[in-house]
C-alpha cells in the first residue's frame, strides 16, 4: 500500500485501533475485538512483546491494515515493514525516521504537539502529523492550527474517546486514533474481549 493509498484508506474510515500492552496473546484476543467491532486500521506499539508475529499475522487478514508505533529508529522502520506494516506513527518527529519511511515506500505519522513541530514533519516529507499529547485546547485547538495551515493531516490519539471523537472531526482533524479508552487495562487483564468488541463499535459509530 503506497503511502497516498494509506492516507485514502484512513480519510475513508477516519480511525484506527492503537493497542500498547505487555502481553503478546492478550494483544492478538484484544485487537480480534476491535476488529469484530468493526475497525480495519491497526496499530501495534513496538513495546508490546512479539510484536512482529503480531504484524505478520494481522497482516495477512482480508480488508485490515496494520501498521506499528513507537517507531524510534530506521532498523525499526525496516523491521515493521519487514513484517507486514503498512504504516509507521512515531510519538516524536525525526526526519531520519520519516525519510526511512518514505524510503520502504509507506505512509509516516510523526508525533507532533506545536504547529512548528506539524510544520517540520509536513516539510520532511511525512504523510500525517499524529497530535501527541493532547493540548489542553482540544478540538478547538486543531481548528486554530488549521487556520493557517490548513493542508496538514491532523491525526489526534491521546485523549480520544467513543464522547469526543466527532468533535475532532468536526474541528478539522482527519482522523483520530483510539488508545486507551478502546482498551482499558482492566479488560485486557481480565479477558473482557465483549466489552472492547461493544466499545469498538461504539467509538466506529461516534466516527461515521
Known amino acids: 500500500m503506497t503511502p497516498e493509498a494509506f492516507v485514502e484508506r484512513l480519510g475513508n474510515s477516519r480511525a484506527s485501533a492503537i493497542l500498547r500492552t505487555d502481553n503478546q496473546e492478550k494483544a492478538a484476543l ?22 512482529f508475529e503480531l504484524v505478520q499475522d494481522f497482516s495477512k487478514r482480508d480488508g485490515i491494515v496494520v501498521g506499528t508505533g513507537t517507531v524510534m529508529t530506521r532498523a525499526d522502520v525496516e523491521r515493521s515493514v519487514d513484517a507486514g506494516a503498512q504504516f509507521i506513527v512515531a510519538p516524536n518527529v525525526d526526519p531520519a525516521v520519516i525519510r ?28 500525517l502529523c499524529k497530535l501527541f499529547p493532547a493540548p489542553a485546547g482540544g478540538p478547538a485547538w486543531v481548528k486554530a492550527v488549521l487556520g493557517p495551515l490548513p493542508y496538514l493531516k491532523i491525526v489526534p490519539t491521546n485523549g480520544v474517546d467513543e464522547h469526543n471523537a466527532a468533535d475532532w472531526l468536526a474541528a478539522g482533524a482527519f482522523g483520530v486514533g483510539f488508545v486507551a479508552p478502546l482498551f482499558p487495562a482492566d479488560d485486557i487483564e481480565k479477558e473482557r474481549w465483549d466489552r472492547i468488541e461493544d466499545r469498538a463499535a461504539r467509538c466506529i459509530a461516534a466516527v461515521s
Open 100 to 127: 526511512a519511511a518514505t524510503e520502504q515506500g509507506v505512509a509516516s505519522m510523526p508525533g507532533t504537539h506545536t504547529p512548528s513541530e506539524m510544520l517540520l514533519a509536513h516539510r520532511s516529507g511525512a504523510s
Open 30 to 51: 484484544a485487537m480480534d475485538a476491535a476488529i469484530r467491532g468493526g475497525f480495519t486500521i491497526v496499530e501495534f506499539t513496538l513495546t508490546i512483546p512479539g510484536v
